[in-house]
């Protein structure tokens, strides 16, 4: 995670995002700290990135890249204001060790907001910030088969608005976002989908953390929360309204550091967050 110390919504890159709608500093300050401290609470271990001026997105570490173990694949972003992300996204995991490969220039893929593994695959979003073209790179950089979804939802811009990877036969999913052939493939790779309706994926249900079996969630209707605790999950709604403002909800605000690709049934987050 990286402290909102410089967030603001300082330019406007999504439909969520307007200038002369003004941050509250202090308050999003809270709300992020009682992210953290709740993500702590469910047994996350959470190392910091430090906050840089004039980057304000940095905040949103999911958008960093991708982890495969101790590999890191940096994003290549759409606009150029959440380009000067990366070197300091580079130099975070290269100081810890993890060997860095970065997609070919030309390449968009914007990280974990845009792929997230599931059912032994990696499931990959595209149209609005990342193309199709880059999941034949990502599978012959992580050596795991992509399965490709089309955004259609210029709101629900990210793969990480839509779909949140429970275990391994359950996962929330917002397919009135998808494309039609992107709701068979999702159909086909999740056993027990929690189908949002387009008021719970619009407020970012599906935008949560999973830390074991405790969902952490930006707001969590009162039917999103039934089926979870049937499922036997506890559910913990952490308000992020201020990180909205820039199209973000509380996975958008963490970067799973614990994920290893490959032939297992799912790379789950179980301890660690960063």
Same mark, same amino acid.
């Given at each position: 995670m990286c402290p909102p110390n410089f967030f603001g919504v300082l330019y406007e890159i999504n439909p969520w995002m307007h200038r002369a709608?003004?941050?509250?500093?202090?308050?999003a300050r809270e709300q992020w700290e009682h992210l953290r401290q709740t993500l702590e609470a469910a047994g996350a271990t959470v190392e910091m990135q430090p906050p840089v001026a004039g980057v304000p997105d940095l905040v949103f570490t999911a958008n960093a890249g991708l982890v495969d173990g101790r590999t890191f694949v940096p994003s290549r972003f759409t606009h150029p204001q959440r380009r000067l992300e990366t070197v300091h996204d580079i130099s975070w995991f290269a100081a810890r060790g993890y060997t860095v490969v970065p997609l070919p220039e030309g390449t968009r893929h914007e990280g974990a907001g845009d792929a997230l593994p599931f059912g032994g695959v990696l499931v990959s979003g595209y149209r609005w910030r990342s193309d199709a073209a880059s999941h034949?790179?990502?599978?012959?950089?992580?050596?795991?088969?992509? $399965?490709?979804?089309?955004?259609?939802?210029e709101r629900l811009y990210h793969l990480d608005l839509?779909?949140?990877?429970?275990?391994?036969?359950?996962?929330?999913?917002?397919?009135?976002?998808?494309?039609?052939?992107?709701? $068979?493939?999702m159909e086909s790779l999740v056993p027990e989908p929690l189908v949002l309706d387009d008021h719970e994926a619009l407020?970012?249900?599906?935008?949560?953390?999973?830390?074991?079996?405790t969902v952490v969630m930006p707001t969590c209707p009162p039917r999103v929360g039934a089926q979870l605790e049937r499922w036997g999950f506890d559910v913990v709604v952490c308000p992020v309204g201020e990180f909205v403002?820039?199209?973000?909800?509380?996975?958008?605000?963490?970067?799973?550091?614990?994920?290893?690709l490959g032939p297992s049934p799912i790379a789950v987050q179980r301890d660690a967050v960063g």
């Open positions: 709608v003004a941050v509250d500093g202090e308050l034949a790179l990502l599978s012959s950089v992580t050596g795991v088969a992509v $399965r490709s979804v089309e955004l259609v939802d839509t779909f949140c990877p429970l275990d391994a036969r359950r996962a929330i999913v917002a397919p009135s976002a998808w494309d039609r052939y992107g709701c $068979r493939v407020v970012f249900c599906a935008n949560s953390v999973v830390v074991g079996t403002k820039a199209g973000g909800g509380c996975r958008c605000l963490t970067l799973a550091l614990d994920v290893v």
